[in-house]
């Protein structure tokens, strides 16, 4: 999906982007998202998990599998994901919440693969998000 960055479905990614990161406390220096060839989010996650207590974790939204959590790793090492959450592309902020709670307590909730969504909706739910006041 390439969103023209003006159009409120982008507005909406950073407005949902910035809700998810608000019911986490996630600050906003710890946050991005970007839309090019797909939209994509990160939120550096100021907890850790009890078996990788050593590393921070990292939470990650894509248009193609939603939500994961994965552990952080040096730029040359592949990526570790600890779980995708599955069900919703867009999940309420309260259960990204919860399954991120999930995790770090050292259940792995979701999926170990990630799951495949169809982006034909996302335009138009992201877009509900666009001019809504997070806090």
Known sequence: ??????S???QGLGA????VAHALTVPRHAVSFEIAEY???YLALAVRSGNFPDRDLMLV??????W??????????PPVVL???????LPEPSQVRAFVDEVVAGSYPGELHPPRFSGAELPGRLARYAGESIV
Do not use: C, I, K, R
């Open 39 to 41: 939209a994509s989010a």
């Open 1 to 6: 999906m390439n969103l023209d960055p003006d």
């Open 83 to 89: 779980s995708y959450l599955s069900g919703d592309l």
């Open 61 to 66: 939204w894509d248009e193609h599998h939603g």
């Open 8 to 10: 409120q479905a982008a």
């Open 68 to 77: 994961s959590v994965g552990v952080e790793t040096d730029p040359g090492e």
């Open 16 to 19: 949902y982007v910035a809700a």
